[in-house]
């Protein structure tokens, strides 16, 4: 088993093994030995999983734990959503000694942390994320969202969860696409901090390698995360790939995946930096064959002009312009405010490429 400890204000661990799901009752025992817990899950994974969950509950003690299965899909994460969740907690009696479980992916991630933020000012709450991309990269850092009609996590806490297990095991259900989606997230991890990950995702099969592969992403972001919990500095690192990725799934208007969206948004900032001479064209080759590998996409068919009238109103932008992410090479990447008149041309220039 891998142990990751993230030293937030209040610290917690992150248990990454197969398996782990059979014995989730007995690790929440050593962080919540007395709390009544509650599950929120979704209706994709609540039948494959759910029961698993329980068992392991039961056997380690917890009795009277309800669950409650959200429709499973992005629009879940709405205002709605957490409204109709305060209310089951309350009618659940859920006090504030209580300890919310999210089993599933990105979505009962953010909205329960979302939930467990703000019901009775705050309670306790663990990830057991099931899909690569909270493995490796939602599940950790205590970012909670709900999205609004006008745009996704407009509305969110900073909260910890109190214990995050990842179950590499579960991702074996995983469509295809799902799970690419979680591997483009790695492959950005592995360009911003970590070569040898990088070159992991290249060489070798990912399902022999999963928690090597989930261990080195959890590090990633463990170790930005503890020196920036609030995201107002180095954290930003983790958006490489995300202003123009963010761009593009918006103007597919969410049909492709997160992780879709951001490759093809690294490949714009890396062809960019190719044409502007401050990356070999070799880093690109790279970039291209590791996506390909793993059939995720590099270009797409918008006018610049649409992506970035959706740039522009990117949260993330301060008044200056937009906080751009480059590399210096494969592993080493830094930040740097651009002027948006400049980040578009800059952009523009890695056409053709
Ligand atoms: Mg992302």
């Known amino acids: 088993m891998n142990r990751i400890q993230v030293k937030t204000q209040a610290p917690y661990d992150v248990l990454i093994q197969r398996g782990i799901l059979r014995e989730a009752g007995q690790k929440i025992q050593k962080v919540k030995p007395h709390a009544r817990l509650a599950v929120i899950t979704d209706s994709n994974v609540a039948p494959i999983y759910l029961r698993r969950l329980l068992d392991s509950l039961e056997n380690a003690g917890y009795r009277d734990v309800p669950s409650f299965t959200m429709q499973a899909g992005e629009n879940t994460k709405s205002l709605e959503s957490a409204g109709l969740l305060y209310q089951l907690l309350s009618q659940s009696k859920i006090s504030r000694d209580c300890c919310l479980i999210a089993l599933g992916g990105g979505v009962i991630g953010d909205l329960t942390g979302f ?119 180095n954290r930003m690192l983790l958006n490489f790939g995300h202003t123009m990725g963010h761009a593009v799934e918006n103007w597919m208007q969410y049909r492709q995946r997160h992780g ?10 890396i062809r960019a930096q190719v044409a502007a001479g ?7 080759d790279r970039f291209l064959a590791v996506c390909q590998k793993y059939c995720l996409p590099t270009t797409c068919d918008a006018a610049w002009e649409d992506l970035f009238e959706i740039c522009r109103q990117d949260k993330k932008n301060t008044t200056h312009g937009i906080r751009a992410i480059l590399l210096r090479e494969i592993g080493d990447s830094f930040i740097k405010t651009l002027p948006f008149a400049e980040f578009e041309g800059f952009i523009k220039g890695g056409e053709g490429r």
């Open 260 to 269: 879709q969206c951001v490759a093809v948004g690294i490949a714009m900032i």
């Open 115 to 233: 939930v467990a933020s703000t019901y009775l000012r705050g309670i306790a709450f663990i990830q057991i994320p099931t899909t690569l991309l909270a493995q490796v990269d939602s599940s950790v850092g205590g970012k909670t969202a709900i999205n609004l009609p006008s745009g996704k996590n407009l509305v969110g806490t900073f909260w910890q969860p109190s214990l995050v297990l990842c179950d590499p095991d579960t991702l074996s259900t995983l469509p295809e696409e799902v799970f690419s989606d979680g591997i483009a997230e790695t492959i950005k991890c592995g360009m911003i901090k970590d070569p040898l990950l990088f070159e992991l995702l290249e060489k070798k099969d990912p399902q022999e390698k999963l928690e090597e592969i989930i261990s080195r992403c959890i590090c990633i972001k463990r170790d930005v995360v503890e020196a920036d919990e609030l995201d107002t500095g």
């Open 278 to 284: 401050t990356l070999p064209s070799l880093v690109l």
